[in-house]
């Protein structure tokens, strides 16, 4: 069955008019839910001292669920590389890039895909995307990675190597922020084995961007997700009942903290409800990095946590099921 991509949709010749699948209900429109102004997220330096960074980490994941990173060691050269390699791969020609196809309904999540609905009248997203495992090696296909441009398993590679340092390191001062020893988060959500999967979302120019969204509203399953997008600012995260909008900082991490966090810090930490908007001039892109564990490992509230007086507020269970749980919106 060929798949209707967005990116083909939107390169349409005098494409003027949004169809009716994108169009949000009228409570989810971003025309009817325009972020609240003046307010900014939380920015956290990893240049300023331990015990100040441990405190603003704790702070902006317990209040926001969300900060920008900078002063992460990442070089700008490197997140440059990596928007170049991603950009090349979606301005090929549609038949490239349908050879990496991918088909979530029989369990193959890796590839290039679209969103599409499991039910009449669910409304589909203004997005296109990449998606394959970066960490750890064991489970890393190569086959799927995009074999053009050239330098997308070089570059990406380097980028992994990068991004499990600056995870460790988040890892440590949230555990810390929960007076915890630094290695006990990391350790929970699989220590070596912990998954790093790439996404890379492709938002093309849309022609009512005041009725569609690139991602609706939602939590990521993750443990941590770290972001960097390009230029076209387009993100929005949930905060005591107002959507804010996230500026573009160059060369920033955008860390979301993820649902596994939440559960195993006993909900001391959010995760964060957030989604995409679009824009009707330019493209906006974003290569977002799930840290997940192990399908098997087993996730709930960290026992150091829970006393008479700080119940279990979260039931334990493996990683796998909360996946199944979250995909099927079933109780968790």
């Given amino acids: ?20 699948k994108f169009i949000r209900p009228a409570n989810e429109r971003p025309e009817n839910t325009k972020p609240l102004e ?21 702070n902006a994941c317990s209040e926001w669920g969300f900060f920008l990173l900078k002063d992460h060691g990442i070089s700008p050269g490197l997140i440059e590389k990596l928007w170049k390699v991603g950009i090349e791969f979606f301005n090929q020609p549609q038949e ?3 050879k990496y196809a ?13 969103k599409m609905t499991k039910n ?6 203004w997005v296109d995307y990449f998606f394959h495992l970066m960490s750890p090696p064991s489970k ?5 990675w995009p074999q053009s441009p050239s330098s997308y398993r070089e570059v990406t590679e ?32 699989g220590g070596d084995e912990i998954e790093l999967e790439m996404k890379i979302n492709m938002y093309p120019p849309c022609p009512q961007p005041e009725l569609a969204l690139g991602v609706e509203a939602h939590t990521d399953m993750s443990a941590l997700t770290l972001l960097v997008p390009n230029d076209v600012p387009g993100l929005q995260v949930w905060k005591d009942d107002y959507w804010i909008a996230v500026d573009y900082l160059p060369n920033a991490l955008f860390v979301h903290i993820g649902d596994q966090i939440e559960v195993l810090s006993n909900g001391k930490y959010k995760s964060v409800l957030h989604r995409s908007t679009v824009n009707k001039e330019r493209t906006r892109m974003s290569w977002a990095v799930f840290c997940a564990p192990p399908h098997d490992a087993m996730i709930g509230p960290l026992p150091e946590l829970l006393d008479e007086k700080n119940p279990a507020k979260y039931s334990t269970k493996t990683f796998a099921e909360f996946r199944h749980r979250k995909f099927n919106k079933l109780p968790q």
Avoid: C
């Fill in 96 to 98: 490239e890039k349908e």
């Fill in 38 to 58: 003046g307010v900014s997220v939380p920015v956290i330096s990893l240049s300023v001292s331990h015990d100040i960074l441990v405190k603003e980490i704790y």
């Fill in 158 to 189: 380097e980028y992994n190597k990068e991004l499990l340092k600056v995870t460790e390191r988040v890892l440590e001062l949230l555990s810390e922020g929960l007076g915890l020893e630094g290695k006990v988060l990391k350790s929970w959500v």
């Fill in 120 to 125: 009449l009248g669910e409304k589909v997203e």
């Fill in 102 to 114: 991918n088909d979530p309904s029989t369990g193959k999540f890796e590839g290039y895909g679209t």
């Fill in 1 to 20: 069955m060929q798949i209707e991509r967005v990116q083909a949709i939107a390169g349409t010749a005098n494409f003027k008019q949004l169809p009716e």
């Fill in 140 to 144: 890393v296909n190569h086959q799927i």
